[in-house]
């Protein structure tokens, strides 16, 4: 299995304003991805992050208000930016090693924007 | 697109009471599927995967199937304790390394 920590655990944040999320995995791992889960809602895609190389967004995620970074295969970010309330979730990393099909995912961070 | 059902929403049993809950999904062309649970403002933690070519996983008092055929898997939890009450989710993975698709989720409360 991998153990997975996310920083910070939550956060309540201004209107307007930028928040990096960090995800650190205890081992390398190929595949790492970003979730986000809205209040009362189930878990939604925002992208793929891949080492060395651009991250691969989904449908209604773009770059410019959802920046990730991958530098190395234990690390990501994730930043929102310019920050609204309809941003207010939790957003969770996940992981799957080349060793299994299972994903694991961290502990989430839980955002709130006022 | 593979759309994920779980049904019921939210469920409610006596402590001790064996339970099903239940996950369909439109497209069969799935990888594996997996079930999660999710205490309140927490992360996932991972409970049992199935690979498309299996029939069911077990682990402890849970069992997972899975008729890939017609789109659909239960989790049968046994002896329901208090402890087991929590958010299962279900998801799908149509490729090896790509995205799961999740379903809304029953929300599951144990009664003592």
């Given at each position: ?114 | ?10 469920l409610s049993v006596p402590e001790g009471e064996n339970l099903v809950l239940n996950c369909s999904f439109t497209d069969s062309a799935i ?14 933690t991972s409970l049992l995967l199935i690979q498309s070519s299996q029939r069911e996983q077990t682990s402890g008092r849970l069992n997972a ?48």
């Amino acid at each position: 299995s991998a153990v997975i920590s996310q920083k910070p655990s939550r956060d309540i944040c201004q209107r307007g304003t930028s928040l990096t999320i960090q995800c650190q995995v205890d081992s390398q791992v190929t595949m790492m991805f970003w979730y986000r889960q809205q209040p009362g809602q189930s878990l939604t895609l925002i992208a793929t992050a891949n080492q060395g190389s651009e991250a691969t967004y989904e449908s209604g995620f773009v770059i410019d208000k959802f920046p990730i970074s991958r530098p190395n295969l234990t690390f990501s970010t994730l930043t929102v930016s310019n920050m609204s309330p309809e941003d207010s979730s939790i957003y969770l990393c996940s992981v799957e090693t080349s060793f299994t099909d299972t994903q694991y995912f961290g502990p989430g961070t839980r955002l709130t924007v006022l | 697109k593979q759309e994920v059902t779980q049904i019921p929403a939210a469920l409610s049993v006596p402590e001790g009471e064996n339970l099903v809950l239940n996950c369909s999904f439109t497209d069969s062309a799935i990888y594996n599927l997996q079930w999660f649970r999710q205490d309140p403002g927490k992360g996932l933690t991972s409970l049992l995967l199935i690979q498309s070519s299996q029939r069911e996983q077990t682990s402890g008092r849970l069992n997972a199937s899975l008729d890939k055929s017609s789109g659909r898997s239960t989790l049968y939890i046994a002896a329901s304790q208090p402890g087991d009450s929590a958010t299962y989710l279900c998801a799908v993975q149509e490729t090896s390394g790509s995205r799961l698709t999740f379903g809304e989720g029953t929300q599951l409360t144990v009664n003592p």
